[in-house]
């Protein structure tokens, strides 16, 4: 170990490879479960660090597990198998816009929300909006492929990718697509890797897509007494014709926390909420407001509400904003997925995931992106306690199964990293994951890039439990 330690100090500063036992464990752990100890944390600046990096981990046969801010809920910075943690916050964060390309330059340790704020003073902007945006690299959300509430007009990170600069795992530099909007040269790297979970090379450089601001939103908050019903309005929403921008989803649970947390004045008699975001003209914002109130009341919501201002507008969805670390106040353990249906499956998926709570006797909480189908159900539960960690574990698994059995998928943003690896197969099928490993094998001929990810090991199960 001390040798390729030793050849890293050669060329990095000291300071950007250590080595102490603090540091070590300040980098063992990320938004989800398990603690693994790297041999060491290695800080790159710049990609000629990286580029020598991985060639001394490719020579010494090291892992190394690429790391932003480690907000990650699958499990993807995680060094299961030691090695190295590189760390990519620490690079100096360039955001360079380009107004009449409609796009933007960035480096990986770019904070999303930034991202957008630098292109809204051009009047654009950048839609990914993951609920981690301020403290979230772009450099994992393009490993994550993440998403958030304006996925549902706007689509994804992938959606906003024209090019990528990424150091291959035997550090070659590689350049995918470009700065153009149309590209068909070959094959599409660029939709590869993201979403690959850093298990193919290190992303240092991204050309991102802008769209112009849309010049007017409205938001509409509707209140149901009744889950399933929520769902319906969702799902009659998105076929009348009119594409809101978001669409989010909390049940009574996650409205009891957020107001517990901070209160914003949410009805907490309500069964579910859902929050609406329209955007675009403000004259046609009219007319498309009074077709989704006329919807929401048909379907049955006991109540509609159309904030007076920007600012009661912006407490609606700061208290979606809130759910996750209010929720994370009732039980000292949260074990947050992802399961994602076609839109018309999601009023079957609620009742589903009552189905297990009731079976498992365990806590469910559930909000989410529920307008492109994604939800998140969240189990609250203690991880000291043994036996409720099993029952967690049987009710996380079936949750999974649910979402494959409705036609969905195990995740729709927060990726497979070490938790969902176990469960693969069940989605993809034997041969689909064969392909997936082989494409691996050709990148990363010695298994150095995050090694013990996406791909389940033989005979591997989810275990939340300390055994
Ligand atoms: C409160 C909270 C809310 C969240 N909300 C959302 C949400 O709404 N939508 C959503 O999609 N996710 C959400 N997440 C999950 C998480 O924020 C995202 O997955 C995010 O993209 C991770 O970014 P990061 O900088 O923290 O990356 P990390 O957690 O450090 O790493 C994530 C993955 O990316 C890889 N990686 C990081 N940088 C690079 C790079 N430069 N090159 C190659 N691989 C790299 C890592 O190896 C790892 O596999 C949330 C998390 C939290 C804690």
Redesign the pocket.
Known sequence: MENWINELKEYLPDSQVMTELADRYSYSF??SFGEYLPDAVVQAKNKQQVVYILKIANQFRVPV?????????SG??LPVKGGMVLD??QWPSMIDVHPDDLTVVVS?SALTANINQAAEEHGLMYAPD???AH???I??????N???PRGLKYGVTKDFVLGLEVITPEGEIMRTGGQTIKNVTGFDLTKLIVGS??VL????EATLKLVPKPPAVQTILAVFDNVRKAGEAISKTLTSGILPSKMEFMDQACIQAVEDFKSAGLPVHAKALVIIELDGHPEALKVERELVLKIMKRIGATETVIPQTEEEAARIWQSRKQV??AIAKIKPTKVSEDATVPRSKIPDLIDRLQEIKEKYEVEVVVFG?AGDGNLHPNVLCDKRDQEEMRRVEQAVGEIFEAAIELGGTLSG???I?TMKAPFMESELGSVGIDMMKRIKDSWDPNGIM?PG?IFPEKGQKLVLRNE
Do not use: F, W
């Open positions: 990320d938004a597990y690429p790391r932003g801010q480690g907000t990650c809920l993807g910075p990519l916050s990986p993951p609920s981690s403290v979230a690299t450099g994992g959300n393009l490993a994550e993440s998403g958030g979970e850093g090379g290190v992303i240092t996750s670390p992106h943003e927060h990726g990293g995050n990810k």
